[in-house]
């Protein structure tokens, strides 16, 4: 019998990524001081800011030698400059800029031009995209104050069915307690994944430990490709108690960044929701824990691959009637 492994997983997410949109940065972690290093699978990406503050993103691999660009410098003008002979690109389009010591004169010979990445930017996340066709997705709202990155030495398929099997593997809330039982299995709501899980507050229950009262809810609705997945924490009132959203994104050699942002709910009755709000509400784990993940039982992951095939296969297939249609007109 064959061990299938992860690597044909990553591949087939990466690929059928290629007109999605990854969270790749959080916004303050681009500058214009500084190139910023990221991976998207095994496409190393340089990201950094112009001299109009736009963020910029190519393939973090030099044209001339494939020196990572990540390791130059970021120019007055807004491009970025090899650290190996110094040659210079606009991160808008890749175009070739300067190379020194050329005369004026001289054109530069046109293949070498960088893979310059499409950005969006919003709600403090920048996302690319390594499509030319891609469309510019709606922007996200606000920008929610608490955030982090990590990242966590498990693959992309393993952390998104983690986060869907027991998500105390992934994160914590304080005070909360997430439950073994789900209020809703993992079902397709609107060409994304979306569960909900019975969570207790972390109290001591009495007379005896089990309570079967679960007082807050957690949701969790994920795009079926990137994984990136927005949380809400609410209570049986439908009080929201907390938001955040995850974007993991899969980086080489098998670990997954993750990068998040979370804001707590303003109107929060009880006294643990009230607590939830004093010092750290929300973190993503840096590390997973492997005893904890290894006997971990498959329950809401289980549908999990059925339904991103599915949705996948549905989103192919409604692109290629569209662009039919359009030949055809
Ligand atoms: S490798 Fe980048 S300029 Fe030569």
Same mark, same amino acid.
């Given at each position: ?5 992860? +690597? ?24 214009? !001081?500084?190139?910023?290093? +990221?991976?998207?699978?095994? $496409? ?5 800011? !112009?001299?109009?503050? $736009?963020?910029?993103?190519? #393939? ?83 920008? $929610? ?9 498990? @693959? ?32 397709? #709501? ?44 609410? !209570? !049986? ?26 804001? =707590? ?5 009880? =006294? ?39 949705? +996948? ?8 009637? @569209? ?7």
């Amino acid at each position: 019998m064959a061990f299938e492994t992860d +690597v044909s997983e990553l591949a087939k997410v990466v690929k059928a990524a290629e007109q999605h949109w990854w969270a790749a940065a959080r916004s303050e972690e681009v500058t214009n !001081d500084k190139p910023f290093n +990221v991976n998207i699978g095994d $496409m190393p990406v340089v990201l950094w800011r !112009d001299n109009d503050g $736009m963020a910029r993103a190519m #393939e973090d691999r030099c044209p001339h030698r494939r020196a990572p660009l990540s390791l130059g410098c970021i120019r007055s003008e807004g491009w970025i400059q090899c650290g190996y002979h110094g040659w210079s690109f606009d991160g808008e389009d890749g175009r070739l800029k300067e190379i020194p010591n050329m005369k004026d004169k001289q054109k530069y010979p046109p293949v070498y031009r960088g893979n310059a990445f499409k950005v969006e930017e919003s709600g403090g996340f920048i996302r690319i995209c390594n499509s030319k066709n891609a469309v510019i997705p709606a922007p996200m709202g606000e920008t $929610m104050p608490m955030a982090g990155s990590v990242d966590v030495a498990l @693959d992309h398929v393993h952390f998104v069915n983690a986060l869907f099997d027991d998500p105390s593997l992934i994160f914590h809330i304080k005070g909360v307690y997430f439950t073994p039982y789900l209020m809703s299995e993992l079902i397709e #709501e609107n060409g994304r994944l979306t569960m909900e899980r019975s969570c207790q507050w972390k109290t001591p229950h009495w007379p005896a430990p089990f309570s079967p009262e679960f007082p807050i809810t957690l949701r969790i609705t994920t795009d079926p490709v990137t994984g990136e997945c927005d949380i809400l924490l609410r !209570d !049986d009132d439908f009080n929201e108690l907390l938001y955040a959203t995850l974007a993991p994104v899969p980086a080489a050699r098998g670990v997954t960044q993750v990068r998040w942002r979370a804001k =707590i709910g303003a109107n929060r009755p009880g =006294i643990m929701a009230k607590l939830m709000g004093i010092g750290k509400s929300f973190a993503v784990l840096p590390h997973i824990d492997g005893a904890a993940l290894r006997v971990l039982k498959p329950t809401a992951s289980i549908h999990a691959e059925e339904l991103r095939a599915n949705i +996948v296969a549905r989103e192919q297939a409604e692109a290629i009637s @569209d662009g039919s249609e359009k030949v055809a007109a």
